[in-house]
């Protein structure tokens, strides 16, 4: 497929949402952006001055930010955790745990469970499945103008049809 060369009008959003907000936030970070380029320590620096656009989608609270980055650094250390499975020499490695929704009756809204417990509970392993198809469906997405990745996006298609198609 040819590449067009026409110049196409942009509109920049956000991708929670295609509100004034959302908008706002979209269009304060094109235009911190250089030659195409934005790095989150210049938007941080910009965002300081309680009069940029950005100023309220940080937490300046040091103490609840600080709260919130220890949370978000839990996360990744359990992210991180990967089980190696050997089988008659062969390794194979996955991760240990897979965030889900808890159901009811167990504390908690979310919560990381194991992948074994993941895959003997169909409502888990039905949330691991559509947490994945999401993932696929938004790296689709992402990368869509890349024709080398075709046969990818193939697949995809053909998984989400398989996987939609077992459903009520």
């Given at each position: ?9 942009k509109t ?77 020499g062969e ?78």
């Amino acid at each position: 497929m040819k590449q067009e060369t026409k110049k196409a009008k942009k509109t920049f959003v956000f991708k929670n949402g295609k509100d004034k907000v959302s908008k706002i936030i979209a269009d304060a970070l094109e235009d911190l952006s250089v030659d195409g380029k934005l790095t989150p320590k210049e938007v941080v620096e910009a965002a300081r001055n309680p009069k940029h656009p950005l100023h309220s989608q940080f937490d300046w609270d040091n103490t609840v930010a600080g709260e919130k980055w220890r949370i978000q650094q839990a996360r990744l250390l359990i992210n991180q955790v990967e089980v190696v499975i050997s089988v008659n020499g062969e390794e194979t490695t996955r991760n240990k745990y897979v965030n889900v929704e808890l159901a009811n009756g167990e504390n908690g809204n979310r919560s990381y469970i194991t992948v074994e417990k993941a895959l003997s509970k169909e409502c888990y392993r039905q949330q691991v499945l559509d947490t994945a198809l999401a993932e696929a469906e938004y790296w689709q997405t992402k990368y869509q103008i890349y024709q080398e990745l075709s046969q990818i996006f193939q697949s995809i298609e053909v998984t989400k049809k398989k996987l939609k198609g077992g459903k009520n």
